[in-house]
Structure formats: C-alpha cells, structure tokens
C-alpha cells in the first residue's frame, strides 16, 4: 500500500536552455523572476547546460532549506560562489562545519545588539569626519564617484570601530578594490564550478592576484598583532588572542581567514547596497523629496548623528529597508545538497545545487504588490505584517543568518542622513546602471556624481 505520508511528487518546471538562454545573457536577473514567477510553489530547474541547478524561489521552501533542513544544505563542496569564496576567505565564518562554528562564536560578539550600541557614537563620528571630505569636491564643482566614495566612508568608520585604527585607511580601501576585483573575477567560474582549478578562466589570473595583493596588506598586521601588538578589544586584537577548543592560540591562518572575512563582510556587502540609491532617488522625485525633508527636519548640517535623532529617523530606514528588498547585496546564496530530499514534491538528489536568491524571492508578484516599484510605504511600521517569514530574508535565515544586520541597520541611516545632511547632488550621467553579476549585486556601469552644498552650518 503507498505510505499516506509520503510526498506527492511531481517534475521541477524546468527551464530549458534554449527558452531561456537569450533572456539569461540579455536580463539574467529578470530571467530568473519570471521563471519563479511562472512556477508558484514548484522548484525551477535551470538548464545552464554546464550545470542544472535548482531554483528555489517560494519562501516556504526557502524556509525549509536555511532553516527546517538546513543540515542538508551545505556551502561546502564545489556549488557555485563557495568554492571561490573559499579561496579568498578560507575555512572561517564563510565556509562551513566545525571551523565555521568556531569562527561564527569567535566574531558574533562584536556585532550583538548590545556591542554596536555601545559603539554607535563612535560610529556616527568616524562617519560624520569621513563625510566631511567631501566638502572640497563639492565646493569645487568636481565629480566624485558613488562607490568609491560610500565605501571610503565605511572604510574610515569599521577600520576606526572595529580595527582600533590599526589598518591605515589608504590600506582599507586598497583591500575594497581587490575585493572587488575577487567579487567581479568570480562570476566567470559562478557557472562552471566543476570545472577543476587547472581549467584556466578568464578572470583567474586577476582574481589570485587580488587574493595576494590582500594577503600582502592584512597579513603584516595580523604577524604584528600576534607577536605582541599593542592589544586593545578591537577585532584584531581579540583573534591574536583567541585560543581555539584545545586552548592553543589560534594559529596565523586561522587570524587570517577570520579577518579577511569580516573585513570583507563589514566593508563590502553596505556600500555596495549604498549605491543604489543615487540613481534611484534621482528617478523618483517623491521619495527623494519625503527623505530630504525627514533629514533637514532631524538633523543639523555639521550635526554628528546621536541615538536619539537616528530614533526620528523612521522614513530614511523605510528607504532602506525597502533598497535591501530591491537590490539585496547578497542575492545569491548557494548551497548544495548532502542527501537526497524533496521540495515542493520535486525529488532533490544528493549532490544537487541549489539556488536561493534574496532579489527573486523579493521580487515574487505573488507576495510583493507591483514588485518592480520602488515603494517604502511597504515597510511602514503600521502595515500589516508580510505574508511569509521568508518572503522578506536580505540577510539570509537559519544558522548562517547575517551577523552584521543591526551594524547595517544603524550604520547605513547614519551614512545616508549624514550626507544629505550636508549635501545635495546630480547624477553627471543620468539612468539606472545595470545590475553587474557578481558574488554581490553592485552596479554595472559607475555612478559618478556633482556634490553642491547643502544648508551651511550657522556661524557661532
Ligand atoms: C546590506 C548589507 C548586508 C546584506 C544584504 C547581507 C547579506 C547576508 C546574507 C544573505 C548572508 C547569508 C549567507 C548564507 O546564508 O550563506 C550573510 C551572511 C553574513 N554576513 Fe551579511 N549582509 C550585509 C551586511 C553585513 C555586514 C555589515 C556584516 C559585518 C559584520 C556582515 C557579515 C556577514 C557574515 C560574517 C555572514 C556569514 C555568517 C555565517 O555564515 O555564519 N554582513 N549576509
């Protein structure tokens, strides 16, 4: 007799190579929500025809794998991103098992609630100096680029939070650049993961030289730091110190790959959302125009940001909120199967990749109203709640779930509200950039911007 309890299987719906391919390589992002949008809880086979792996796109199922049966679902093993990820940050909290275990109880305790709290002063003043200097751009009528700028702010404020000063910032933004270099160099290989390291791709050759030229920069300080440097409670400090379970000191590896890792989380993953804005504002006059007048309203020109005034800052973090729902840095969360299971009654075998993607999920017109409109009014406090726990997952869910979400969430409204605090801009080449497929969702062409200034602080 059939097992009443067993799953009612039935065939992924699969998307054929030649259905697909041309709006693949024309809109792969788009390509990629119309197929899940086109299979409402069912899995979507992709057919890349080097590998096939599986979209899961429905939140249930996204639930079932980061949280239900994430034991399934691992990063090891060779599925798409990972493996490269590996070769930059090695066996710390970006891998998985045993190492990664210990790496996540290493770091977590510096982004608790309670730890960025105690250092959010710190934080908007780091910011607020590191926003001043755009003041001679502006006053001069010369351009500055979106990215590189956001990102030297970040930069500025993490090295002087988190690093005690001990990186210089000129180091900190060199070490950005190659991440860059890494981020955009992998996605040749994001499609042939099975490909071994001895089939040379473009993009490898850059890729191992950015992968050196960090080592060149981080490891100095991390030999310094474990050979006695000046202490502190700054993140460097605390891994030259740590001892792993046996006691023993962690070896300069381990030191290496945990600070490669959060250098790059911390660093990278906030300016890349960051940049969107620019062009998206500029498109949409209205929100642009609530958000100014919410920031002219809270904060001061030459005012550092407190607790309180980032409190009063509800429609900016709506702003962000919503930029997180739209173009989610970390859209592309991989994983591979151990054993066989089933989701949504498509049979998985042992071995399968599996596609989670943050920016699909997000962009289902099954649970998001009008999805391609950039709203905030979705994140207002007083609407309802969404529908599924997992319709919304900027930060990923279950075991791997983002440590950096409440730094993000304090950091980010204080950068934003900092700047337009100070400044107003053009974009000098107007239009939405193209999303660039890479290991974070950044902007294809660069965003280059006129600073003027805005409101001057009143003379004492
Ligand atoms: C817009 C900002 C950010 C976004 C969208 C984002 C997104 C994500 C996502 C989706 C994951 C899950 C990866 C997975 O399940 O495989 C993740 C993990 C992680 N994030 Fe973030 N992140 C952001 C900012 C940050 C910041 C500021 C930090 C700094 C501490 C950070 C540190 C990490 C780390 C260390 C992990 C790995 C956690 C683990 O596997 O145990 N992230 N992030």
């Known amino acids: 007799m059939a097992d009443p309890t067993a799953p009612v299987l039935r065939p992924p719906y699969v998307a054929s190579l030649r259905r697909t391919l041309p709006g693949l390589l024309r809109d792969p992002l788009g390509t990629l929500v119309a197929l899940a949008d086109a299979a409402p809880e069912q899995v979507v086979r992709l057919n890349l025809g080097t590998i096939r792996p599986y979209l899961v796109a429905e939140p249930a199922h996204v639930q079932h794998v980061l949280r239900d049966n994430a034991a399934n679902y691992t990063r090891a093993g060779d599925s798409m991103m990972w493996k490269s990820v590996r070769k930059l940050a090695g066996d710390g909290i970006l891998s ?4 990664w275990e210990a790496s996540r109880r290493r770091l977590q305790p510096h982004f608790t609630a309670k730890r960025i709290d105690a250092v959010v002063d710190d934080l908007s003043r780091a910011i607020s100096e590191a926003v001043d200097e755009l003041a001679a751009p502006a006053r001069d009528g010369a351009p500055v680029d979106a990215a590189s700028e956001i990102s030297r702010i970040i930069c500025q404020a993490v090295i002087r939070v988190f690093f005690g000063d001990k990186i210089s910032v000129a180091d900190g933004v060199r070490v950005v650049a190659e991440q860059d270099t890494v981020a955009t160099a992998l996605r040749f290989r994001l499609l042939a993961p099975f490909l071994p390291d001895a089939v040379p791709m473009p993009g490898d050759r850059a890729f191992r030289r950015a992968v050196r030229n960090i080592d060149d920069i981080l490891l100095p300080l991390v030999r310094a730091e474990r050979a006695g440097g000046t202490g502190g409670d700054d993140i460097l400090a605390t891994l030259a110190r740590a001892r792993d379970a046996h006691g023993n000191k962690l070896d300069e590896q381990r030191v290496r790959d945990d600070l490669v890792s959060i250098f790059a989380t911390t ?78 009654g498509t049979r998985i075998s042992a071995g399968a990749t599996i596609v ?33 726990r997992y319709a919304y997952y900027p930060f990923g869910g279950g075991a791997h779930q983002c440590i950096g979400q409440y730094l993000f969430q304090l950091e980010a409204p204080l950068i934003v509200a900092t700047l337009f605090s100070r400044f107003r801009y053009r974009l000098c080449e107007p239009g939405m950039p193209h999303p660039q497929l890479a290991a974070s969702l950044r902007p294809r062409e660069r965003v280059p911007l006129m600073l003027t200034p805005h409101r001057q602080p009143a003379l004492a």
């Open 96 to 99: 998985e098992g045993p190492q």
């Open 267 to 344: 660093t990278e993953t906030t300016y890349v959302v960051l940049t969107w804005l620019f062009p998206l504002l500029e498109q949409l006059p209205d929100v642009a125009a609530r958000l100014y007048e919410e920031i002219d309203r809270v904060v001061d020109p030459g005012d550092v940001i407190s607790r309180e005034q980032l409190g009063q800052l509800r429609y900016t973090r709506m702003v962000l909120d919503e930029l997180i729902r739209a173009y989610p840095s970390g859209w592309l969360v991989p994983r591979t199967a151990v054993a066989d299971d089933v989701i949504g």
């Open 356 to 388: 989670l993607s943050p920016y699909v999920t997000q962009r289902l017109a099954r649970f998001w109203d009008r999805p391609e409109v950039f709203d905030p009014e979705r994140f207002a406090p007083e609407r309802p709640r969404r529908a599924h």
